[in-house]
């Protein structure tokens, strides 16, 4: 191990930088959880099955 090497390793704020948490930050987390909540409910909406049964609730 060169001195450099070392000198990395000890620091702590490097180590930091280097070390990665997750594939994904909460927040890409919150937002991709989101966007399938969003997505699964237009799928479940535009089924005619269910579009007939909101109406007949509705109205």
């Known amino acids: ?3 450099l090497d070392q ?8 180590t930091q930088t280097r070390k990665k948490s997750g594939f994904l930050s909460q927040r890409a987390r919150v937002l991709l959880l989101s966007l ?7 799928v479940f909406f ?14």
């Open 1 to 3: 191990m060169s001195k």
């Open 36 to 42: 399938t909540c969003l997505l699964v409910a237009f």
């Open 46 to 59: 535009t089924q005619p099955q269910v579009r007939i049964a909101l109406e007949t609730l509705i109205g």
């Open 7 to 14: 000198i990395i390793a000890n620091n702590a704020r490097a």
